[in-house]
């Protein structure tokens, strides 16, 4: 189950997590810190889980339609159980849910484990686009904001664009020159092995066949519609528990909320588990920052509704890997070699 590299990328993600988690904790007052949770407007965090869910589901009826190219019919239940069991295990190895997702879904809907990562590399490429929108809107919104308190996150953010850019080209020419690619590429493998060659064949033949919705315009637009009501989910998630805390009215907005996304995906891109530590530094840093938010109002916002996500989609990811007993062990088996590539 273990290997030394997946050992040790687990250590590092934990260490970067508790450097993190000091900073977010440093100089904290307990008394207060804990009088705030004591405090809080349970129904609006309520009111965050049901955007999150509807964000899942979203997110779970976009990847189906990802997917309707390799296999028209589907159940939309194998998608969200795949997609809740990928956050489990983000929330114990960073970057690992994908690899679990998607050998959850080729397991339950007998879809190539190729074509299934595939898709996800997909999914992975349209959330840093949907990412880069939003920051846009926000800069455009308060620009002053962004170039005082965050000036790298547009270096950040025009480095990103450049390699979705190229990565967006790459499975382009994949698609376009599909056939003779694979026949030079199973040429030069079948010097050294013709076995190997058809057993590459085949799995670089699925794994192109998973970007094939590509050249489907007509669902083009229930993706990008539901890539907006993903984010938008994301948005009003942050933006209801604001009012869950004893903050000034003056200082929530929807502004604020779509700040605490950017910051936030910032947060999660950074590979800890499940964006410990991360998470609790940058959204405590820019609530106190920019909205001069207490320092123990700010940092039981980031707890609570880092940790109310955190247990929601872990529980529900676990439940489900339990539910369906799927091997994992050879989900871990693909993680190997994508470790080794």
């Known amino acids: 189950m273990f290997n030394l590299k997946r ?41 965050m889980l049901f955007f999150l869910l509807f964000s899942h589901l979203f997110r779970a009826l976009r990847w189906r339609y990802l997917l309707k190219p390799v296999k028209l019919n589907t159940s939309f239940i194998h998608f969200f159980e795949a997609t809740m069991i990928g956050y489990f295990f983000n929330n114990i190895f960073p970057r690992a849910g994908e690899i679990f997702k998607a050998y959850s879904l080729s397991n339950d809907e007998k879809i190539s484990s ?9 999914e992975r490429i349209l959330d840093i686009v949907f990412s880069l929108l939003f920051f846009g809107v926000a800069m455009l919104w308060n620009k002053k904001i962004f170039e005082r308190h965050y ?6 953010a025009l480095f990103s664009a450049l390699i979705v850019g190229i990565i967006f080209i790459l499975i382009l020419i994949l698609l376009i020159w599909q056939d003779k690619f694979i026949s030079l590429l199973g040429k030069f493998i ?10 590459f064949r085949n799995i670089l033949s699925s794994f192109i066949d998973g970007f094939e919705v590509i050249r489907y315009r007509s669902v083009y637009w ?11 989910c994301y948005i009003f998630a ?39 530590g991360s998470y609790h530094s940058l959204i405590t840093g820019a ?30 990811g676990f439940y489900f890997a339990m539910r369906k007993h799927v091997k994992f062990s050879s989900a871990l088996e693909l993680e190997d070699v994508k470790y080794d590539t």
């Open 238 to 276: 942050a933006y209801v528990a604001l009012f869950a805390f004893e903050i000034e009215r003056a200082k929530i907005g929807l502004f604020t909320a779509l700040v605490i996304f950017v910051v936030s995906t910032v947060g999660f891109i950074i590979p800890t588990p499940g964006g410990v």
């Open 151 to 156: 000036p790298w996150l547009g270096e950040v």
């Open 287 to 316: 609530l106190v920052g920019l909205y001069s938010i207490k320092h123990e109002i700010a940092l039981g916002y980031a707890v609570l509704t880092h940790g109310v996500g955190y247990i929601f989609n872990g529980l529900l």
């Open 190 to 199: 079948g010097i050294f092995s013709l076995g190997l060659a058809v057993k």
């Open 222 to 232: 229930r993706i990008v519609l539901l890539s907006f009501l993903i984010y938008l």
């Open 7 to 47: 050992l040790s990328k687990f250590i590092l993600g934990i260490a970067i997590a508790v450097f993190f988690l000091y900073f977010a904790f440093k100089g904290i007052d307990w008394s207060v810190f804990l009088s705030v949770l004591l405090n809080v407007n349970y129904l609006y965090i309520f009111l």
């Open 114 to 122: 190729a074509s299934s990562l595939a898709s996800v590399l997909l």
